[in-house]
C-alpha cells in the first residue's frame, strides 16, 4: 500500500538550530500530513497538505509539497528540546481516505 | 475539550490469552479508528468505523482480532488468543468524518506485551 517513507531515519540538533526532515512516496497523493508522537503526548497532528498546495507554515513549522518529485519535507526553526520526538509522514492516495503512515524520523534537540 | 480515552494504558498477557482494549472516542465525531503500532514503525490502520458500521476493515487479522463500535461511540477491540507479534501499541482515533483534509485526534494508546 501507498505509503510516505521519511529520511533521515535519526536526527539530533543542538537547541536553536533547524531541523528539516523528509518524506517520499510513491503514487499520486490527495495530501499528506505531518504528526509528531512523544511519550507525553501520544501523537498529534501537525500539518496537512493538500495536492494542490506547495507550503504551509504553522508557528515554527514550515511544511513544503513537490509533486513532481513525489516529495514533502518538514522543517522546524530554533528548535527547542521540547521538539524532541517521532515525526511521521501519512499520506492519503487515491479513493482512500485512511492516511498512510512510515516508519518516522526521531528528532533529538539537545539542550 | 476532552480528547479520545483508551483503557487500560498498559497490558501484559502470556500468549494465547484474550485481551480487550476500549475506546471512547471525543464527543460527536462519528468517525473511529484503530490502530497497531510495532515498535519503531509507524501506525497501521486496523479498522474503521463510521458510526456504528465498519468502513475499512481489511488489515484486521479477523481469525483473531474483532472490534465493535455500539451505538456508535465507544468502541472495543479484542484479540482472542493473542501471539507473540500481538506485542505492540493499540492506538484508537476518532475524526468529525471519515473524508479527506479531516484530522485525526489519537488517545495515549495502550501498550500491549504478550509474553
Known amino acids: 500500500s501507498q505509503q510516505g517513507e521519511e529520511d533521515p531515519q535519526a536526527l539530533s540538533i543542538q537547541e536553536g538550530e533547524n531541523a528539516t526532515m523528509n518524506c517520499s512516496y510513491k503514487t499520486s497523493i490527495n495530501n499528506l500530513q505531518w504528526y509528531r508522537q512523544n511519550s507525553g503526548r501520544g501523537l498529534v497532528h501537525l500539518i496537512l497538505?493538500?495536492?494542490?498546495?506547495r507550503e504551509k507554515h504553522s508557528g515554527r513549522l514550515r511544511v513544503t509539497l513537490d509533486t513532481s518529485k513525489k516529495s514533502s519535507s518538514l522543517l522546524i526553526t530554533a528548535s527547542r528540546a521540547a521538539d524532541t520526538a517521532s515525526y511521521f509522514c501519512a499520506v492519503q492516495a487515491g479513493g482512500s481516505y485512511i492516511p498512510t503512515f512510515g516508519r518516522g524520523t526521531s528528532l533529538i534537540v539537545h539542550p | 475539550e476532552a480528547g479520545v480515552a483508551q483503557s487500560p494504558r498498559y497490558k501484559i498477557i502470556e500468549k494465547r490469552q484474550s485481551v480487550a482494549f476500549w475506546c471512547n472516542p471525543i464527543s460527536g465525531h462519528a468517525t473511529l479508528y484503530w490502530y497497531q503500532q510495532i515498535l519503531g514503525q509507524g501506525p497501521k490502520l486496523l479498522i474503521q468505523f463510521q458510526n456504528n458500521g465498519v468502513v475499512d476493515d481489511s488489515q484486521l487479522p479477523k481469525d483473531r482480532f474483532s472490534a465493535e463500535r455500539l451505538k456508535g461511540v465507544d468502541s472495543t477491540l479484542k484479540i482472542q488468543p493473542a501471539k507473540l507479534e500481538d506485542s505492540a501499541v493499540y492506538l484508537c482515533?476518532?475524526?468529525?468524518?471519515?473524508?479527506?483534509?479531516?484530522?485525526?485526534?489519537f488517545g495515549p494508546g495502550t501498550r500491549l506485551t504478550v509474553l
Open positions: 497538505i493538500r495536492s494542490n498546495e
Open positions: 482515533a476518532s475524526s468529525l468524518r471519515g473524508t479527506l483534509y479531516n484530522e485525526q485526534f
